[in-house]
């Protein structure tokens, strides 16, 4: 286990991926790369081009689309993840935990040229993944993201059951957490595992400061109206029974105890 350090310093835990497991999500985007490589020049070839330099001008143009652009725009779309890293259950996240967003990954595609296209091919990024202690290729070291195992959430239940706060139902009931992500998931969920180790301050900064984040993913206006740990447990209790809804647990766990300072709603 590695960890996503957020901005009060507080370290949640992750599980980063290794060598093997990028190396083989990497193969799979290689491979997707080339086929579509291979597909445009065929295509190219059979459209016609006047003159030979043309022809050159377009084939250069395609190749650097196919393995500049592939990167940039799965990772930008799929929040982080190429269909290699899909198909390995791997995300690109940033080192607070947060999505990556286009300039995370124009950076990581620039130092991907580094991490594979360096001689000897490949060798660069695996030693990089290696040697450093979040396993962080170039792209991931100039871009500050990670990469971390994306936890599949059809096939693991969760250990605890958060509820949503006594007096809160009315208010979790207008929380859609469909645009809620499974990185955030995981950071939130640890938080309110690992609160009462916290300091009361540090406990109620880190607290504010995740549910603004989830709140302007969620586009949710009311997360000034309830404590920001109720909010939080309003958020991922509505996220468990979306996600999990055939899931039963044999007995209610808290897991993160009544927020410091907050009282039910009457």
Sequence with gaps: MDGIVTPEAVVLDVETAGVASRVFAGLIDFAIQMGALVVGLMLLAIVGSATVSSFNMGAALLVAFVIMGYPV??????????????????RAVTLEGAPIRLRHALLRMMGGLVDR????????????????????????????????????????????????????EGFAATIDPTAMTDEQY??????????RELSADARFSLATDLAGRVAATL??????????????????????????????PVAW??????????????
């Excluded at 995981?186 to 609160?195: D, G, H, Q």
């Design 73 to 90: 725009l799965s990772e930008t779309l799929m929040r982080g993840r190429t269909v290699g890293k899909r198909a390995l259950g791997l």
């Design 117 to 168: 296209y360096l001689l000897p091919l490949g060798v660069t990024g695996m030693l990089f993944v290696v040697g450093t202690a979040r396993h962080q290729r170039v792209g991931d070291l100039i871009s500050g993201t990670i990469v971390i195992r994306d936890p599949d959430r059809t096939l693991l239940p969760p250990a605890v059951w958060f509820p949503v706060p006594p007096g809160l």
């Design 186 to 195: 995981t950071v939130i969920r640890s938080f309110l595992m690992r609160n």
């Design 219 to 248: 586009q949710h206006d009311g997360v000034q109206r309830v404590h920001p740990e109720a909010y939080l447990l309003c958020v991922i209790s509505r996220y468990q029974r979306r996600n999990f809804p055939n899931y039963q």
């Design 253 to 266: 766990q808290p897991g993160a105890g009544r927020p410091a300072g907050w009282q039910p709603a009457r």
